[in-house]
């Protein structure tokens, strides 16, 4: 079964720094995968998404995100946070076959930024 | 573009006692999901729509939630009777592609 799992719950970094988020997933064969945002009080957003084709995607807020098929891996990074980046992040993976369409997301993880 | 619109915002409700929760999604989008979302969780998918029918109701609590989508458009998500482990934010979003949702601000439950 397809299945997230985001290491870190909570991760801290100063205004400006450099930023990765790690997601693992869990499924056979070629994943969707996807990253999505949640600033306090709000809905989910979607940041950036990952079909086929390049490896490493572009997403808005100047996200980008790497697939790493041998380390089962769709690590989310940032060059330089900005402190509205302060939320919680979530990574997914689409489901197949009878569960097409369905998302399977981590636990999320909280980013604090320090000014 | 108006956004997905969900409502009341905020419950607080007795076990036992029913709520219902209402989402409008985006004009056009013909899929729409309802999540539940428990704290330090990840939001895991409770029913998804696909119009006005049933897709994936696998892991609904049938006999205490039920939902329905009207017309194709709105839709309804009720708890009854509500227990202490439903307290949650309950999310809806709608999408025209595969994975790619939009989410509402949610419905944030409190059964005491």
């Known amino acids: 079964a397809q299945s997230v799992t985001q290491p870190d719950i909570h991760i801290t970094v100063s205004e400006g720094a450099s930023l990765e988020l790690r997601c693992n997933y869990s499924y056979g064969a070629t994943p969707y995968l996807f990253w999505y945002v949640q600033s306090p009080g709000q809905g989910l957003q979607l940041l950036l998404k990952?079909?086929?084709?390049?490896?490493l995607v572009q997403g808005i807020k100047g996200f980008e995100a790497e697939f790493k098929r041998s380390q089962s891996s769709f690590n989310l990074r940032k060059p330089s946070v900005h402190w509205s980046d302060a939320a919680e992040y979530f990574c997914a993976v689409e489901g197949r076959g009878s569960t097409l369409g369905r998302l399977y997301f981590g636990r999320g993880t909280q980013l604090t930024v320090w000014p | 573009e108006a956004g997905v619109a969900q409502s009341p915002r905020y419950k607080i409700i007795e076990k036992r006692q029913s709520v219902a929760f209402w989402c409008n999604p985006i004009?056009?989008?013909?899929?729409l999901y309802w999540y539940q979302q428990i704290l330090g969780q990840g939001p895991k998918l409770l029913i998804q729509?696909?119009?006005?029918?049933?897709?994936?109701d696998s892991q609904l609590p049938k006999d205490r939630f039920s939902a329905e989508r009207l017309k194709g458009v709105d839709s309804t998500l009720k708890i009854q009777p509500a227990k202490l482990e439903d307290s949650a934010v309950y999310l809806c979003a709608s999408s025209v592609l595969a994975g790619e949702l939009f989410f509402g601000e949610g419905s944030r439950l409190t059964v005491l």
């Open positions: 004009s056009g989008h013909a899929t």
């Open positions: 729509f696909q119009n006005n029918g049933v897709v994936d």
């Open positions: 990952y079909f086929s084709g390049d490896t």
